[in-house]
């Protein structure tokens, strides 16, 4: 290991870059005890110089553009906090990589579509290419994978891995409004984007989901492998019938391995509400994985912020200067597999809107049947003008087998609204 | 990062010795592409060679004594599953280390006692000492304390470190049995030892705590600066008397900073009953960081036990397997300072059983105001015999001034019995 300075290159000076700057001045002795060596900022880029910013950047080098900024003689590692899945954040983290610079990187989009290309060059190169902050914020949750499970065959990892979704479900069971008016107030409040659909519709979930796949199971990176649904359908109807039924609804990441298939879905399910998942509040993450040696292990914590982005990334930067170099995921990128997709039967929660009249649950019960779903429990909701909401929870059923039972019901006479089907995750 | 094998020295073949024997046979594939080489046991020593056992050891080198299979030729590192702070583990521990061989153990009690020195003689030996297993099982926490949150200055560490402990207060919150009731049960299922004093008298918490002072906070490995108090005291009255007002009693080990001085203390805790600690039942281990940028991490798990135990062992070895080599405690042995016990005051809860009779609620009162001691709320529990429980909860406190406060009531002609004092932990 070289005892001098580890010379960051940093790119992206918004909310986590200034925290990088932030962690690294103010922390520098207890970081150099740790790390063995200083670690320093020498340069940075952003996308304007100017811009005012709650650290003081004029006593680094600024270099206009992110990939002279990889190219820059003095930097030993890349710190690439400008964002998005190509672009300067690609070109920044290929330069670097090329040019045998480590690169540590908070872009769960860029290493969800573009991970195993970048690990595979980073082996070749021999350098590091690190990404604890991509994935539960400050929770080190991809070092626990990569390196603390690594003795266990994973069986399942899952979580609550985006944190505005949590807070919005969270708050609708809480206030008991709605959607679009929790949704207005938590963009108020900064904890949601002005435009949120990245979160909401789950692909912040499933970037990191994809990453988390790959560590725990050795499967290719693979974004398009995800099935991704957001909680933009979730009702507060819904919320309240999963409470009756003692669940609450999480959008839940998960990713189990199925022989050599890998399920891999980001969806609204309902989980015990008694479990450590369906305790989860308001915007902290957690992540469950299991191992056949070493049972459940569930880690939580805040998903995001400065201050926890901002830790996990200085932990990767203290990890190089120790000399750190495994690979990426966990095992050489060329070893990464492609996993077929897997379709397990689940049980599902299903609400249906239906006629009050004598015959309407028969005509349910009949059509379920007839496409082989099974109920294990059925009950009536709500009643008000002249239809009932009936809720009934099944049990493991092929969702596939369901969606032709629910279009049945939705044809028939005594259907009054779309029906809806959540998947039961078992926590 | 040398490609040849990893070739392993095991001393010991209980339980743990033999999950690992079990683990690197059974996943060698698995762990040899995520350690970049092939991880082998080579060599065993154990008390008995004969006794039967779930793995065949006949294929490896039989030595008879630990301190010699440290020094066999073949051996790069030794995983030490002896046991005992001194004796043959330690031993085999320095001899390992004085012949640059890696060293791994679970072993907390040797660590606890002499972690500071092994870990100064690893680092002038350039070897690494490793000890993921020695607490929380399978959790992966000493990896999170040393390296995940290494960007942060920890505040505060804390969590259910004995898994037996745990099991006998849930299993007396929730059958209504009294400890050696619950006891006597958790032997006879193997959740407890047949002496199970190093549990229930909070010596194995504390051992850990030890640990996860130095990791967290840099400070001296040294177990006589942790109090210890253990759960024999703990009464099913006071468990059901803190359900009531919204707490559960747990053994807690608790690290704190303040300023120069480190709070160490292994005791029973009143937490809030809706917290993550408080909802923790059964033997699950869980640890709680604090850091000024990550802000709070829990980490939950399996805290003992076979799988989980060897599980973390094998990731220590393929972390040596990968050329990781960082310093022990997270930084260089030499830098950990001695640190003053600090006593914090904190709120309590207080029991009194006192005559059923006017003014001794005043006598009490008055008591406690005298010594400073401030009450939050107070409330008449349980009615017989002429005498009633009292329970109060105080302000934060010092500990002292309770203790004269204590002693006042305990000397008065209204008090039944001797008082009982729970420190409460705000989680």
Redesign the interface.
């Known amino acids: ?1 070289s005892a001098g300075t580890l010379r960051v290159g940093l790119a992206g000076l918004g909310t986590v870059g200034c ?1 990088v700057v932030r ?1 690294l001045a103010e ?1 520098a002795p ?2 150099a ?4 060596r200083p670690i320093e900022v020498v340069a940075v880029s952003a996308r304007s110089r100017s811009r005012p910013r709650p650290v003081d950047i004029g006593v680094y080098d600024w270099v206009d553009d992110p990939v002279a900024l990889a190219a820059h003689p003095s930097v030993d590692v890349l710190v690439e906090a400008v964002g998005g899945s190509d672009g300067p954040a690609k070109a920044a983290a290929c330069r670097a990589i090329e040019l045998g610079r480590h690169v540590v990187t908070a872009n769960k989009a860029l290493l969800a579509h573009h991970g195993a290309t970048l690990a595979g060059a980073a082996e070749a190169a021999a350098v590091a290419l690190r990404f ?1 902050a991509a994935v539960a914020g ?3 949750i991809v ?2 994978l990569g ?7 994973l069986t399942r990892v899952y979580g609550v891995l985006n944190g505005t979704c949590n807070y919005i479900l969270t708050d609708m069971a809480k206030t008991g409004r709605d959607y679009s008016a929790v949704l207005a107030e938590a963009q108020a409040k900064g904890y949601a984007e002005a435009d949120p659909s990245f979160d909401v519709g789950g692909v912040d979930a499933a970037h990191k989901l994809t990453l988390l796949a790959s560590l725990a199971f ?1 499967c290719a990176v693979d974004f398009d492998g995800v099935s991704v649904e957001g909680i933009e359908q979730v009702s507060l109807a819904d919320i309240r019938c999963a409470e009756e039924l003692g669940y609450r609804i999480k959008l839940l990441g998960v990713a189990r391995r199925d022989g050599a298939a890998v399920e891999r879905a980001v969806r609204p399910c309902l989980v015990r509400a008694d479990s ?1 998942i369906g ?1 989860l509040d308001g915007v902290t993450n957690a992540v469950v994985c299991e ?12 998903g995001a ?1 400065e ?2 982005t ?6 990767d930067l ?2 190089i200067a ?6 990426a995921f ?3 990128a060329a ?1 990464l597999t492609p996993a077929e997709p897997a379709h397990r039967p689940a049980p599902f929660y299903l609400r249906f809107r239906l006629a009050d009249r004598p015959g309407a649950l028969a005509e349910v019960a009949r059509d379920l049947g007839e496409e082989g779903v099974s109920i294990r429990s059925m009950r009536q909701h709500d009643e008000a003008d002249g239809a009932a909401d009936v809720l009934i929870v099944t049990h493991a059923c092929d969702r596939a087998a369901l969606d032709r039972a629910l279009a049945r019901v939705a044809d028939s006479p005594v259907s009054r609204a779309a029906p809806v089907a959540l998947r039961i995750e078992e926590v």
Chains 1, 2 share one sequence.
């Open positions: 290991m925290g962690i922390r207890l970081i005890a740790r790390a063995g604890e400050g929770v080190p070092k626990a390196e603390g499970l690594a003795a266990n065959r050795g450590a305790q191992g056949d040696f070493v049972g459940q292990i569930v880690c939580e914590g805040p912020g201050g926890p901002a830790s996990a990334i200085v932990a203290v990890d120790r000399g750190a170099r495994a690979p966990g095992v050489p070893t």
